[in-house]
């Protein structure tokens, strides 16, 4: 349900774009970074923010990928990600710096504090894939 073609998308650092749902029911978006736990993608975040509020309540997302791969068409490739998020304590910290190889260089510290909080770890279990890209066609097969 994850094809390779769609977790290489997130190892190449494609920023996301995190979709959740408020209590109003309206959609709250925001940028993260995510990156591939088995057949999940994981995110980090150090505090409480409210995205984490709203995925505890309510744990469906999407999220999606802009790639820098163009088709046939001359479109722009994307990948989008519905699933079910699980917010667990701690590990953050860790999982940023893991992250930031990707975003931000090979040589960085991140998070850029001595004693940075322990965070929350997401885990977003793949329920559906979409967009434009390779992964279409495996996804197609299953």
């Known amino acids: 349900m994850f094809p390779e073609s769609a977790?290489?998308?997130?190892r190449d650092g494609a920023f996301g774009h995190l979709a959740t749902i408020n209590e109003s029911g309206s959609i709250h978006v925001s940028l993260?970074?995510?990156g591939i736990?088995?057949?999940n993608?994981?995110?980090a975040t150090l505090t409480e923010q409210k995205k984490l509020r709203n995925m505890r309540r309510e744990p469906r997302v999407t999220i999606s990928f802009e790639t820098q791969n163009t088709n046939q068409w001359g479109l722009r490739e994307y990948?989008?990600?519905?699933g079910r998020a699980t917010v667990t304590e701690g590990g953050a910290p860790e999982l940023l710096q893991a992250l930031a190889h990707n975003y931000l260089g090979p040589d960085v510290k991140?998070?850029?504090m001595p004693d940075p909080p322990p965070g929350?770890?997401?885990h977003i279990s793949v329920d559906h894939l979409g967009g434009v890209g390779p992964w279409m066609?495996?996804?197609k097969k299953e």
Do not use: H, R, S, Y
């Open 7 to 10: 977790q290489q998308v997130i």
């Open 32 to 34: 993260c970074w995510a």
């Open 37 to 39: 736990d088995g057949n």
């Open 41 to 43: 993608l994981v995110l």
């Open 79 to 82: 990948l989008v990600v519905k």
């Open 110 to 112: 991140f998070p850029p």
């Open 120 to 122: 929350f770890i997401t």
């Open 137 to 139: 066609d495996e996804v």
